[in-house]
């Protein structure tokens, strides 16, 4: 009797021992990763869009299937993926692995894999010019670095932000989401302009242009006479402005420009760049 006891104790010991190596063993299993908001990542702090913002972002933006969007610090991946089910090839660009990888399993879940790419990468670095639209989340001093860069993109293209806006660059419109938005409710979008600073000649005279991003100022200069235009604004590669009652609304292709008259004359009008290739920053 007493050698059986102490065979059942010692199986019992042996399973108890079993049992507890099983349990440690599972404690060690990784479990899967879940963000939390406000973590730490390279250059800013994860906190994540309403998803009714987002969808808002994208609609002034006014995305298709045609689009190329683009998020610099993609996070969960919700913009782009948001992206891919309207349609539009998308990438994400982003420096936690592990946020990629959620990325990647909730862009398959959503049935988007094919169109929403997400990538590691520094998004200081990253390539954007072949985007069309940017959706971004970032902070106004990281919008700032990456101006000149922006400023690189194709004229006509969308940058729409969540919440901060652009030092010195005046937003093209402005929307808020309707629905569970918290704090963050508000989107800006800038559309990149042509680059049309500089001097151009027109069949009346020398149009002299300075240009702070979609803003124009300058003058024409016919018959020896300096006129100032007025309302100079570019939206994309759209440029208009008004000399001596004439309103001048054309379109900007590299090195020309061309367009219709309205107001106090009618007909169609052209300029060329007096410098051909000549490119000056937009900034003051």
């Excluded at 996070?75 to 592990?98: F, H, P, S, T």
């Excluded at 402005?174 to 151009?200: F, N, Q």
């Excluded at 300075?210 to 200069?221: A, P």
């Amino acid at each position: 009797m007493d050698h059986s006891r102490q065979v059942i104790h010692a199986l019992l010991a042996s399973c108890f021992v079993s049992f507890a190596a099983t349990a440690a063993l599972a404690q060690e299993v990784k479990q899967p990763f879940e963000p939390v908001e406000g973590q730490a990542g390279k250059d800013v702090v994860w906190v994540p869009t309403p998803h009714v913002l987002v969808e808002k972002m994208l609609d002034m933006a006014g995305v298709t299937p045609k689009d190329f969007v683009m998020d610099l610090g993609s996070g969960d991946g919700r913009n782009i993926i948001a992206a891919a089910k309207r349609g539009a090839r998308a990438r994400g660009v982003e420096w936690n692995q592990d946020m990629i990888d959620l990325s990647r399993r909730i862009a398959a879940k959503e049935g988007v894999a094919e169109k929403a790419e997400f990538v590691q990468g520094d998004m200081y670095e990253a390539d954007v010019s072949q985007a069309t639209v940017l959706a971004l989340f970032l902070l106004t001093e990281n919008l700032n670095r990456m101006v000149p860069k922006f400023l690189e993109m194709k004229p006509g293209s969308r940058i729409v932000v969540n919440g901060f806006t652009i030092d010195d660059w005046n937003y093209d419109e402005t929307g808020r989401a309707d629905g569970e938005c918290g704090s963050w409710c508000t989107a800006y979008l800038y559309i990149v302009p042509a680059k049309v600073m500089g001097a151009w000649r027109l069949p009346e005279g020398t149009l002299s242009l300075e240009q702070k991003f979609q803003e124009l100022t300058g003058t024409l200069v016919s018959g020896g006479v300096s006129t100032p235009i007025a309302k100079g604004r570019l939206r994309g590669d759209r440029i208009s402005f008004t000399v001596r009652g004439i309103e001048y609304d054309g379109r900007v292709a590299g090195d020309t420009m061309s367009g219709d008259l309205k107001g106090s004359a009618t007909g169609a009008w052209t300029a060329t760049r007096k410098t051909a290739g000549q490119r000056l920053s937009l900034r003051n």
